[in-house]
């Protein structure tokens, strides 16, 4: 039996879309059950009928909704995956679960995969990152002197500036801090390069 009620279709797609402007995130079913105070298994029949009427796209899972609003901004936006942290002090064991999506218009960050890190501590301040700010990492794994790395270092990442000491012969990673020391390792695994820093300005 087909559902007919064609407000609360324009509804949930109205939801959806508010959730995904505002929060850069797809409600699940049941939070948009939750939200109109149905089941969710109600909610399933609505979205599988929604999508054979062309309202919008699933791809599987409890959050694989596409409203054609969204379709229309996948072309020109990235959103970009949140991974939690990095140490601007001491390394921070590096954080794998994505906490949330940020969208980037693609022409400021031009073609690569990218992630966000919220930076933590104070050892770069001197380049302008500060304590929560937003850095967004081009994913690489070589960088060129001078470049602030993603490097990681025994399962712990950390966010520096990446040289070769050639006397040494080890990596040297340089906070941008006057009050640190540089970092010196034989090896690093470098996980991407930091192009842009998003922050609040007060």
Known sequence: ??????????????????EFANFSR????????????????CISKYIKEMAELGML??????????????????????????VGSIACGSPLLAEENIESYLPIPKKILGSGNYFILKAKGDSMINAGISDGDCVIVKQQEVAEEGQIVVALIDDAATLKRFYVDKQRKQIRLHPENDNMQDMFYDNVVIQGVAIKIIKDLF
């Open 57 to 82: 796209k699933t791809s599987g899972g409890s959050r694989g909704i596409m409203t054609k609003t969204m379709m229309k901004t996948q072309n020109s936006v990235l959103n970009i995956p949140v």
């Open 26 to 41: 797809v409600p699940s079913q049941q939070e948009i059950a939750n939200k109109f105070n149905v089941t969710k298994q």
């Open 1 to 18: 039996m087909r559902h007919k009620n064609k407000e609360l279709m324009n509804r949930i797609v109205e939801f959806v879309d508010f």
